[in-house]
């Protein structure tokens, strides 16, 4: 049993409507209906008839279950059971009717929120690459290596490359045909070699973007800033030797892959391996140096 006395509750209601009786009647609805709720109580109390001179408090009772999954339900049950009181029935008439009101908004409410954190979290989160490390959208694709991007666009057949708009600057891109709106118009994802960059125009029906990275060691999230982006974590660089390579790339791969077979066998990195021989040759031109009582930490400075 709940500590909560439904007879009290019943109190209340009546001395409510006793000073409303020449107007209408009008109770916090979601406090007294969730107090009939909570209750759970198997018997309800004699509500007294307002229009009558009130008897000795005697007492009529239902028998129902409270399901607190569902708590209109023993609404109902009460409202079926307190029909007859003429009294009483309108009132719980108004209280279902104002519970369903705020129930429908709530669940309206809840299912915004989660519409609007669905569409957040889709925007925010990270796509699949193709096969060529890029995305296929609905008016263009992108494909991308570590030194290059390129992106294809669809135009209608019979284009000529004069229809054609195509800008390329050092962060942003913009194509298109003339005298329509941009099919894309935005700020890239890192900067381009503008005077590596071309684009032509294939079969008629095709706009191709070739543009070449600044830095190419790093992959593209995305193409243009505020549109979808990829997992860079799969992206899978193409297979190629390194004679293809131009030379500071060439160097930059081969440190990189010495250095991560250094570590996987505990053995010193290209850079520690610099430090000692830096360190070595400033103790052969300086013997009576010993750095037992220096504070120095040769591998921590910054040798060139």
Not at 67 to 84: I, K
Not at 86 to 109: C, G, M, N, Q
């Amino acid at each position: 049993m709940h500590a909560f006395d439904l007879q009290q509750l019943w109190n209340r209601v009546g001395e409510e409507r006793r000073r409303n009786l020449k107007g209408s009647t009008m109770i916090s609805t979601p406090e007294v209906v969730q107090k009939i709720s909570d209750a759970g109580t198997s018997e309800l109390p004699f509500f007294p008839r307002l229009n009558k001179p009130q008897t000795s408090p005697s007492s009529f009772s239902f028998n129902t279950a409270l399901d607190p999954s569902n708590p209109l339900g023993f609404l109902d049950s009460a409202l079926n059971f307190l029909s007859q009181e003429s009294d009483v029935s309108p009132l719980f008439k108004e209280f279902k009717k104002r519970i369903k009101a705020e129930e429908e908004s709530k669940k309206a409410e809840e299912k915004g929120r989660a519409e609007k954190k669905r569409r957040e979290e889709e925007k925010k989160g990270t796509r699949v690459p193709n096969k060529d490390n890029g995305l296929d959208m609905e008016n263009h694709s992108w494909a991308q290596t570590l030194q290059e991007v390129t992106i294809t666009v669809p135009v209608p057949t019979g284009t000529k490359s004069r229809d054609v708009v195509c800008e390329m600057k050092k962060k942003s891109l913009k194509v298109g045909l003339r005298g329509q709106s941009p099919i894309l118009d935005g700020e890239l994802f890192e900067t381009i070699k503008v005077g590596d960059c071309i684009w032509n125009l294939e079969d008629q029906n095709t706009v191709s973007v070739l543009m070449t990275k600044c830095d190419r060691m790093n992959w593209w999230k995305y193409l243009l800033k505020g549109g979808p982006e990829i997992d860079v974590q799969k992206a899978e660089p193409e297979p190629s030797r390194l004679s293809d390579l131009d030379p500071e790339t060439r160097s930059t791969v081969e440190k990189m892959m010495f250095d991560q077979k250094q570590e996987q066998l505990g053995l010193p990195t290209s850079k520690e391996i610099e430090n000692e021989s830096l360190l070595k040759q400033f103790m052969a031109q300086n013997p009576n140096f010993s750095d037992e009582n220096q504070d120095i930490n040769f591998f921590n400075m910054n040798m060139k």
